[in-house]
C-alpha cells in the first residue's frame, strides 16, 4: 500500500485530495493547523466523512513545531498543499505570516525528506507567479514577476523546491494552479462569495471592472493533476494546471445567473492592489509530459459548487 502525507488536508483543495489518495487505496496522514484565515468549523466539516477512515489518521499542528522526519517515515509521497493564502491580504505586516507558512514551512519539509525515500514531492504553487505576464497564454518558462507578496511567497517556495532536487535529489515537482473552484471553496473566494450573494439576494461586489480575465480549474481537475504528477517519472519540473475555461468576471456572473435561475445585484468598486488583469494557462507541457486534460466544464463546475453551496446557506 502507497503511504502518502497530505498537509493542508483540512483546506479545500487538500481535503479532496485526501478522499482521492483514500479511495485509490493509499494509506494517508494528513496535517493542518488551523489557521485562522476562515473559520476552523469549514475545515473541520471538510474532513469529517474521512476520520473514521482506518487508513487516513490525522494530525493538528504546525509544520514548523512538529517532527517532520518522524512524519516522513515510511511515506512515498508528499503532497505539499498548506499555505497562507489570499493575494489581498499577503501586504504589510500580514507578511510576516506568508513568510513563515509558505516559505519557511516548505523549507523545513524539504530539508526533512533529504533523509527520506520519497518518490515524489509535490507543491501547491499558484498562477500568482507569474504577475502581469508578458506572454498570453502564460508558458512555465515566462518572465515571472508576482505583483503580490502572496505571489512572492509561492515563488520563493518554488525555488526552494527546484533547488532541493538539484542539490539533493528530491524529486520534487511543482504545479501552478490557476484560479480553482468547486465545492468547499473557501469563503473569501470569488466564486464562493457571488454564488452566496446571488442565493441570498445579496450584492455582489467585483474589483474593477469585471472585464478581467481568469482560467478556472474545477476541483477534480486539480486533484487529477497531483496524481499524475506522482505517477510521473519527471523531476524537478514545473507545470501549468489550468482549467481551459477563460472568462471575464461579467461573463461568469452572466453563467451563474443561468446556474442558479437568480438575478445579480452588482456593485463595482476599485481594483485592489496585487490583483493581475489577466491569467491564462498554456497547457501543453503538462497535457504532453503528464497526461493532464481537464474534463470539467465551467457550467457543470458551477452546477457542482451551487449544489454544495445549497446545502451551506
Given at each position: 500500500m502507497m503511504k502518502s502525507?497530505?498537509?493542508?488536508?483540512?483546506?479545500?483543495?487538500?481535503?479532496?485530495?485526501?478522499?482521492?489518495?483514500?479511495?485509490?487505496?493509499?494509506?494517508v496522514v494528513g496535517v493542518d493547523c488551523f489557521t485562522d484565515y476562515y473559520p476552523r468549523w469549514m475545515k473541520e466539516d471538510n474532513i469529517r466523512d474521512v476520520l473514521g477512515d482506518d487508513n487516513f489518521?490525522?494530525?493538528?499542528?504546525d509544520i514548523l513545531e512538529l517532527d517532520v522526519g518522524d512524519l516522513l517515515k515510511n511515506i512515498d509521497y508528499v503532497f505539499h498543499q498548506a499555505a497562507q493564502a489570499g493575494v489581498r491580504y499577503s501586504w504589510g505586516s500580514s507578511f510576516?505570516?506568508?513568510?513563515?507558512?509558505?516559505?519557511?514551512?516548505?523549507?523545513?519539509?524539504?530539508?526533512?525528506?533529504?533523509n527520506s525515500r520519497i518518490k515524489k514531492f509535490i507543491y501547491a504553487s499558484s498562477s500568482s507567479v507569474y504577475g502581469d505576464c508578458p506572454d498570453f497564454p502564460m508558458k512555465e518558462d515566462s518572465l515571472?514577476?508576482?505583483?503580490?507578496?502572496?505571489?512572492?511567497?509561492?515563488?520563493?517556495?518554488?525555488?526552494?523546491?527546484?533547488?532541493?532536487?538539484?542539490?539533493?535529489?528530491?524529486?520534487?515537482?511543482?504545479?501552478?494552479?490557476?484560479?480553482?473552484?468547486?465545492?468547499?471553496?473557501?469563503?473569501?473566494?470569488a466564486?464562493?462569495?457571488?454564488?452566496?450573494?446571488?442565493?441570498?439576494?445579496?450584492?455582489?461586489?467585483?474589483?474593477?471592472?469585471?472585464?478581467?480575465?481568469?482560467?478556472?480549474t474545477f476541483i477534480s481537475d486539480v486533484v487529477d493533476a497531483n496524481l499524475l504528477a506522482a505517477d510521473s517519472?519527471?523531476?524537478?519540473?514545473?507545470?501549468?494546471?489550468?482549467?481551459?475555461?477563460?472568462?471575464?468576471?461579467?461573463?461568469?456572473?452572466?453563467?451563474?445567473?443561468e446556474v442558479t435561475g437568480k438575478k445579480a445585484n452588482i456593485r463595482y468598486v476599485p481594483k485592489q492592489k496585487g490583483d493581475v488583469l489577466h491569467?491564462?494557462?498554456?497547457t501543453s507541457r503538462a497535457r504532453e509530459t503528464l497526461g493532464y486534460a481537464p474534463k470539467i466544464s465551467l457550467y457543470?463546475?458551477?452546477?457542482?459548487?451551487?449544489?454544495?453551496?445549497?446545502?451551506?446557506?
Open positions: 502525507i497530505v498537509t493542508g488536508c483540512a483546506g479545500f483543495i487538500g481535503s479532496h485530495l485526501v478522499e482521492r489518495l483514500l479511495g485509490e487505496g493509499h494509506d489518521r490525522f494530525m493538528e499542528g510576516e505570516a506568508y513568510t513563515r507558512n509558505n516559505i519557511l514551512a516548505t523549507q523545513k519539509l524539504l530539508e526533512a525528506c533529504k515571472l514577476k508576482p505583483v503580490s507578496p502572496y505571489g512572492v511567497s509561492k515563488l520563493a517556495a518554488e525555488h526552494l523546491c527546484y533547488l532541493y532536487h538539484i542539490n539533493y535529489g528530491i524529486p520534487t515537482v511543482s504545479l501552478r494552479y490557476f484560479t480553482v473552484y468547486g465545492p468547499r471553496q473557501r469563503p473569501d473566494m466564486f464562493h462569495r457571488f454564488l452566496k450573494a446571488l442565493m441570498q439576494g445579496g450584492e455582489i461586489e467585483i474589483f474593477g471592472d469585471g472585464e478581467q480575465t481568469r482560467d478556472y517519472d519527471r523531476e524537478g519540473m514545473v507545470y501549468n494546471i489550468g482549467g481551459g475555461s477563460r472568462k471575464t468576471l461579467n461573463e461568469v456572473v452572466e453563467l451563474m445567473e491569467t491564462y494557462a498554456d457543470n463546475g458551477l452546477r457542482d459548487e451551487v449544489e454544495w453551496m445549497k446545502k451551506q446557506v
